[in-house]
């Protein structure tokens, strides 16, 4: 089942790459330009420059990103066009990566010096907290619950809790629908909590990971798969014959990147990154989600 969807998902970078290139603003070519640094990335170079001789006093996360000489991120890898793995060529693509390649070009550090660490909702909060990772920038909800043991800049991006459903399902429209249906999310996730505790009629399935929920809906062993609108979308371009994306919004996702907690002084860098850099995000945007159709504008940071 997993192999199956593993080419599924290959087609679907393929058609993302081919959207891309159609809106002409994927720039393939390489640019060392004269900073010493070699950039290898295909594109992240035309969205943004490495900075050099960043200094980041008081920050325990930028002293441990200097000790090692690398940046380690945590990521998704299997949601198309938000953060994903091109499983023959290793290359990752999204929105949320190139957000993390950009944070970290702003403190200096070129493509070859990052280690995506792909890691599942459930464990998000424990990897920051062990310091397995430097900062995850993964479609994770700003939430009060997870702000008691991490931190979170942002946010920098809004989008909502929707429903997949197979493409030849009629029974479910909107949310209203979902009593006696059996709905497959993430474990540790925003929606399926949102599921477990205010819809009571509704059977639910947790699993790690938003593809094996696809897997599930196409293979009918559940009715529907419930995430962040934006995340859905993903599956339904790749897989339009198959799936659907129904109804509307019906809760509110601040995505935020994860930090370590009372870590004030990378919290500020990054906010302020995302303040001054509207054309940056937009252009990012426009690169990985401007061809699905989503309208979202760069939300303010909070404090
Ligand atoms: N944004 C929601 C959350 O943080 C759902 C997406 C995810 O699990 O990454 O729980």
Same mark, same amino acid.
């Given at each position: 089942?997993?192999?199956?969807?593993?080419?599924?998902?290959?087609? $679907?970078?393929l058609?993302? +790459?081919?959207? @891309?290139? /159609?809106? &002409?603003?994927?720039?393939?070519?390489?640019?060392?330009? *004269?900073?010493?640094?070699?950039?290898?990335?295909?594109?992240?170079? $035309?969205?943004?420059?490495? +900075?050099?001789? @960043?200094k /980041?006093? &008081?920050?325990?996360?930028f002293?441990?990103?200097?000790k *090692?000489?690398?940046i380690?991120?945590?990521?998704?890898?299997?949601?198309?066009?938000?953060?994903?793995?091109?499983a023959?060529?290793?290359?990752?693509?999204g929105?949320?990566i190139?957000?993390?390649?950009?944070?970290?070009?702003?403190?200096?550090?070129?493509?070859?010096?990052?280690?995506?660490?792909?890691?599942?909702?459930?464990?998000?909060?424990?990897?920051?907290?062990?310091?397995?990772?430097?900062?995850?920038?993964?479609?994770?909800?700003?939430?009060?619950?997870?702000?008691?043991?991490?931190?979170?800049?942002?946010?920098?991006?809004?989008?909502?809790q929707?429903?997949?459903?197979?493409?030849?399902?009629?029974?479910?429209?909107?949310?209203t629908?979902?009593?006696?249906?059996?709905?497959?999310?993430?474990?540790?996730?925003?929606?399926?909590?949102?599921?477990?505790?205010?819809?009571?009629?509704v059977?639910?399935?947790?699993?790690d990971?938003?593809?094996?929920?696809?897997d599930?809906?196409?293979?009918?062993?559940?009715?529907?798969?419930?995430?962040?609108?934006?995340?859905?979308?993903?599956?339904?371009?790749?897989?339009?014959?198959?799936?659907?994306?129904?109804?509307k919004?019906?809760?509110?996702?601040?995505?935020?990147?994860?930090?370590?907690?009372?870590?004030?002084?990378?919290?500020?860098?990054?906010?302020?990154?995302?303040?001054?850099?509207?054309?940056?995000?937009?252009?990012?945007?426009e690169k990985?989600?401007?061809?699905?159709?989503?309208?979202?504008?760069?939300?303010?940071?909070?404090?």
């Amino acid at each position: 089942m997993l192999k199956k969807r593993a080419r599924a998902l290959v087609g $679907a970078g393929l058609g993302l +790459a081919a959207l @891309v290139a /159609l809106t &002409g603003c994927n720039s393939a070519s390489p640019t060392g330009g *004269n900073s010493g640094e070699s950039i290898r990335s295909t594109s992240d170079a $035309a969205l943004f420059t490495v +900075a050099k001789d @960043v200094k /980041l006093h &008081g920050s325990t996360t930028f002293d441990r990103i200097t000790k *090692n000489g690398k940046i380690t991120i945590g990521v998704k890898e299997d949601q198309p066009g938000l953060g994903y793995r091109d499983a023959t060529t290793g290359s990752r693509s999204g929105f949320d990566i190139d957000i993390a390649r950009w944070i970290a070009a702003s403190l200096g550090y070129d493509e070859n010096k990052i280690e995506f660490k792909a890691i599942p909702s459930a464990n998000r909060e424990q990897a920051i907290v062990n310091g397995d990772v430097d900062y995850y920038v993964g479609t994770y909800s700003i939430t009060d619950k997870r702000k008691q043991v991490i931190d979170f800049a942002g946010p920098y991006f809004v989008t909502g809790q929707g429903l997949l459903v197979r493409k030849n399902d009629d029974t479910v429209k909107s949310h209203t629908d979902l009593a006696g249906k059996t709905v497959c999310s993430a474990t540790g996730s925003t929606p399926l909590q949102n599921i477990q505790q205010n819809f009571p009629d509704v059977k639910t399935v947790g699993l790690d990971l938003y593809s094996a929920c696809a897997d599930q809906l196409i293979s009918k062993q559940v009715d529907a798969v419930t995430t962040d609108q934006a995340i859905l979308i993903g599956y339904a371009a790749q897989d339009p014959d198959e799936l659907k994306v129904v109804g509307k919004p019906f809760t509110t996702e601040k995505y935020g990147v994860g930090l370590t907690k009372g870590d004030q002084a990378f919290q500020t860098f990054i906010d302020t990154m995302l303040t001054d850099g509207p054309d940056t995000w937009k252009a990012i945007f426009e690169k990985n989600l401007g061809a699905s159709g989503m309208k979202v504008t760069q939300p303010p940071v909070e404090k």
